[in-house]
């Protein structure tokens, strides 16, 4: 596929050195790029917690909890998701079905029974989706600034997601979207992230602008992003959009974690209360002081204890 933003694509931008692994992984007939914390010399088995990234993020989303989640003992992996950073970039594939399956088929194929979901904005959604959908491969759930997508859906059409809402439709337009979004000179990105952290936050720096425009940059990843935002709208009009909505009726069974920014100007409040409505299980809500969008990013440390607060207390996972 010819790039038509122009440019030569720069070499791994998203191999980012730390004290973690790359490597990728296949599943669901695609390779799935994912970053681990060097495991130590244990030969204990531990809890997996697999990190899903948002928009228009890739894995290094979570370098900041990558660290501390193996220090105290989990087994920590940060995946890309279809389309995004070092995994495949797919001609179709982007509608919830496949990427739920995506996630269920890296759970297995890095040797594990289940994990713990840990998602932020489209990697929340794709976690709701894979806790119902597959439900064997995941124990537990963490959203982080992404309701339940029923509630998200109903927020849309009553009005309550205004920001949302104009978010999800600017992207419908063919290759304007994506040339935008991979060009650094358009400053689209820089002004995506920043315009919704908090009012006080530091996130993101240059650097960091930098980090995920280059892996954005490289095509057609900027087209891939824009396919998740593209199957919502266009899906409520077509049999599979009916579908996933009938899929999602049925509750989530498993002990569930929702974390928003108090700042945050894209995720309805409503939406994150009406999320309860599609729990059967144990569901906290937690609403981190002055972040927006972004906590993980613009608090890491206040929002590391509290994931870290939660995981330490779920039941122990049965051998095997």
């Known amino acids: 596929m010819a790039d038509p933003v ?4 720069p070499t791994d931008p998203t191999d980012i050195p730390g004290p973690w692994q790359h490597r990728h992984v296949a599943a669901n007939g695609a390779r799935f790029h994912v970053a681990e914390p060097d495991s130590g010399s244990g030969s204990a088995p ?15 989303a979570w370098r900041h909890q990558l660290g501390p989640l193996a220090d105290a003992g989990f087994r920590a992996v940060a995946m890309d998701l279809r389309g995004y950073g070092g995994s495949d970039k797919t001609p179709v594939g982007y509608d919830p079905f496949t990427l739920a399956q995506d996630v269920s088929g890296v759970v297995k194929a890095l040797g594990a029974r289940d994990a713990v979901l840990v998602g932020h904005g489209w990697g929340g959604y794709v976690g709701w989706a894979a806790a119902v959908l597959h439900p064997a491969e995941v124990s537990a759930l963490v959203t982080v600034s992404a309701p339940h997508p029923l509630a998200m859906l109903r927020a849309l059409r009553t009005g309550h997601g205004g920001t949302a809402l104009r978010h999800l439709l600017a992207m419908q337009v063919p290759m304007r979207p994506e040339r935008r979004l991979a060009r650094a000179d358009s400053g689209y990105l820089a002004a995506h992230l920043r315009s919704r952290s908090g009012p006080g936050s530091t996130f993101p720096s240059d650097s960091e602008v930098a980090t995920y425009q280059r892996a954005i940059g490289v095509w057609p990843s900027s087209h891939c992003a824009l396919e998740y935002h593209r199957w919502l709208v266009r899906s409520r009009l077509r049999s599979d959009g009916r579908r996933f909505t009938h899929a ?4 989530v069974t498993q002990p569930v974690r929702v974390v928003t920014g108090e700042e945050d100007r894209v995720v309805p409040v409503e939406a994150v209360r009406a999320s309860r409505g599609w729990v059967a299980g144990d569901l906290l809500e937690h609403r981190m002081p002055r972040a927006g969008h972004f906590p993980h990013e613009e608090d890491p440390p206040a929002f590391t204890e509290l994931l870290l607060s939660w995981l330490t207390g779920l039941p122990r996972p049965l051998p095997g």
């Open 6 to 9: 122009g440019g030569a694509p």
């Open 46 to 60: 531990r809890r997996l917690v697999v990190l899903l990234h948002g928009f228009p993020e890739l894995w290094w």
């Open 248 to 251: 999602m009726r049925s509750p």
